[in-house]
């Protein structure tokens, strides 16, 4: 008879537990999808960001070749005068650091 009680309550306990582990996995599997979701939602919205991104640098640097182009002697000069602030900078840096 006790053996009986006790078995009932052992397979009582053990469908409790079915039970919650059922309730919990349904519980992770729509934590997962709203997861899932939003990081698509994040990508797609990323994606277009940097698309746009990529377009808008392109256009620029198109826009700089174009200037190069139509201005060689200014392009020399900028590249010249960007070539000895940094030939500047690196002597300061190093004295500084000596």
Known sequence: MADMKLDQDINAQI???????????ADLVKRIDSASE???EALSSTKAKVTHIA??????????VQAARENPTATSS?????????????LVIGKLTD
């Open 15 to 25: 469908e409790e537990l079915r039970n919650q582990i059922g309730k919990l996995s």
């Open 38 to 40: 939003r990081a698509d």
């Open 78 to 90: 900028i590249l010249v005068a960007t070539a000895l602030l940094g030939l500047f900078a690196g």
């Open 55 to 64: 377009d808008h640098a392109r256009a620029e640097g198109r826009n700089v």
